[in-house]
């Protein structure tokens, strides 16, 4: 594996500092907090660290509106704090890799508080300024995208929140701003960057409408209460309507092309990862993005065998394409999206289902990303309560749905606790004690915690429990570390139309490995002695008690909901 660089050999981890670790005892997480969890991190198997905006910022949109992008939360610490988290996570080889927000800044910014404040300061043509709203473009989170500035009597544009401005940048002095920034992280050491939100950076310079008949809150209510397949359909063809003049337009080739040179100045292999599934992103697979995310294959309720092979397919066909070759990069979970425990569970085996996407995500060919909690099978919890939401598009929805659309408060509640992240935000469990072990006993914690934590949905009750989900994530991070091939091998499809499970092979020079994921419930004969020929299977990994398997022939017996990772001998 040695011609592989770290980023390709690497399990990330993303860390959401706000809810990771408490180490100052004041309800919200930190990087003394971060720190001491290191040997925790190292001890799981991962190797490197993606680690959600930690500079300082309003909070509007938890941390993701930052106001100085050269400094620390102070309630995350000092930058001295973040200097020994970032040796503490070197010294354990674990890499660091930082959020890196391009689209926007906060409103309380520095940049942008000068320009807004006349139309000819300096600064006054670093964010994307006009006279009058030109359209009926929607910000994502928040109704109209355009807001008035009465100092300049004119009006800013935002893809997001109007607290998260966009910048302009086809002015090079905002580039060379952001460039600046990029390389005061770099030259402390960190390993790259995750870009976020690339596809937002650019706007049609037409500025042609949306054709969709209602705004985003409209929009909204229409998809929840979405009943007949048309109307499913009609929804999804509105969310990609309304913003596809405000999405993945020209100009972002270039501006990565930039910053891969940018990084491209420091020694080590660092890497950037898009927050995109759009493959041409990784230009010709060495001039831009080394990572985007292959989000399609998360973009589901229900992970299935079919699904998977379709995505794999697809996503390998295109990497395949580029100039040098591609490298995948799969996930299941973020902080925006519903935890993997829910969103791929029926209710009936979330266990079982949980347990077979870890695998699915450390097995597939590319760099898994993992996020925090998940590892203990953490899972959304819905808000009971408005007064409770921090995620502002949550409360913002919330409160228009009631007031505008006269939509009773209990139900407006439900939809929001759904709709809004943070269900998957909640402090991270450590103990059973109270708190979760996240915060002393009487703090209150910056967001409420699960209270699942206490059956057994903790770090420390799991590890001491050899069937724990946290111990089943611990071997197999082992196992795929001693395994070559499920880290460089080939991806070798098998048993194609099978849909109860997922078969296929990982193959390099070295070795060849089988898994075998059974998404049924089911117990399963299969047959793989065509594909072993003159080889013999040699069980790595099972999930299961493994109760057969005929070495001679390759008969398989597989239990329901049976991970079975196998390697091929002669
Ligand atoms: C990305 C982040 C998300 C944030 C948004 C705006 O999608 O992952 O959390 O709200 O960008 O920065």
């Not at 990330?12 to 003394?32: C, E, L, T, V």
């Not at 007031?403 to 929001?416: H, K, L, Q, Y």
């Amino acid at each position: 594996m040695t011609s592989l660089k770290w980023w390709q050999i690497a399990v990330f981890y993303q860390i959401y500092p706000r809810s990771f670790a408490d180490g100052n005892g004041d309800g919200i997480g930190d990087f003394k907090g971060i720190t001491e969890k290191l040997d925790y991190l190292a001890n799981l198997g991962i190797d490197a660290i993606w680690l959600s905006p930690h500079f300082p910022s309003p909070n509007w949109d938890c941390g993701y509106d930052i106001s100085d992008y050269v400094n620390v939360a102070p309630e995350y610490g000092t930058l001295e704090d973040f200097k020994t988290f970032l040796k503490e996570s070197h010294k354990r080889n674990i890499r660091v890799v930082l959020d890196l927000v391009l689209n926007h800044t906060s409103d309380e910014h520095a940049w942008f508080v000068e320009s807004k404040s006349s139309r000819d300061n300096p600064k006054a043509d670093w964010y994307v300024w006009v006279d009058t709203p030109p359209n009926n473009w929607q910000s994502c989170f928040d109704g109209d995208a355009w807001t008035y500035v009465p100092e300049r009597n004119q009006y800013y544009y935002h893809y997001f929140m109007k607290q998260q401005p966009d910048l302009n940048w086809h002015n090079p002095e905002v580039k060379q701003a952001m460039w600046d920034a990029v390389r005061f992280w770099l030259g402390l050491g960190v390993d790259g960057y995750r870009l976020d939100a690339i596809g937002t950076v650019f706007e049609d310079p037409n500025l042609t409408p949306h054709t969709v008949p209602m705004n985003l809150a409209e929009l909204r209510r229409f998809s929840e209460t979405a009943q007949t397949d048309e109307e499913k359909k009609l929804k999804d063809q509105y969310w990609l309507d309304m913003f596809k003049n405000q999405y993945g337009q020209a100009g972002v080739h270039e501006l990565m092309k930039e910053l891969r040179a940018v990084i491209n100045e420091y020694d080590g292999d660092r890497m950037l990862v898009g927050e995109d599934d759009n493959i041409d992103y990784m230009g010709n697979g060495n001039d831009e993005l080394h990572l985007v995310f292959n989000f399609p294959l998360a973009n589901t309720n229900r992970i299935t065998p079919v699904h998977i092979r379709q995505n794999q397919s697809e996503r390998i066909a295109r990497l395949n394409q580029l100039a040098v070759e591609g490298w995948a990069c799969n996930t299941l979970g973020n902080h925006d999206r519903s935890r993997i425990y829910t969103n791929y569970g029926d209710k009936l085996h979330d266990a079982e289902l949980a347990r077979l996407n870890a695998a699915l995500v450390l097995t597939l060919p590319g760099t898994p990303f993992l996020y925090n909690g998940e590892e203990i099978g953490m899972t959304d919890y819905f808000l009971p309560h408005i007064s409770q939401v921090k995620d502002t598009m949550g409360s913002w929805y919330y409160h228009t749905i009631v007031t505008e659309m006269g939509v009773d408060p209990e139900e407006a509640m439900f939809r929001t606790a759904e709709m809004t992240r943070d269900k998957n935000r909640t402090p991270m469990h450590w103990s059973n004690k109270s708190n979760a072990g996240f915060s002393p006993e009487n703090v209150e914690p910056w967001l409420p915690i699960n209270p699942n934590y206490k059956a057994g949905i903790n770090v420390h009750d799991q590890e001491h429990n050899p069937d724990s989900l946290l111990n089943y994530y611990k071997h197999l991070l082992k196992i795929r570390k001693a395994a070559p091939a499920l880290v460089e091998g080939d991806y070798i499809p098998l048993h194609e139309t099978a849909e109860e499970y997922f078969a296929f092979l990982r193959k390099s020079e070295k070795q060849s490995v089988l898994i075998v994921l059974n998404y049924s419930e089911k117990r399963l004969e299969l047959n793989f002695s065509k594909e072993l020929t003159d080889k013999k299977l040699h069980t790595l990994f099972t999930s299961g008690v493994r109760s057969q398997v005929d070495r001679a022939t390759g008969k398989l017996t597989i239990a329901p909901f049976e991970v079975f990772i196998a390697e091929l001998k002669g």
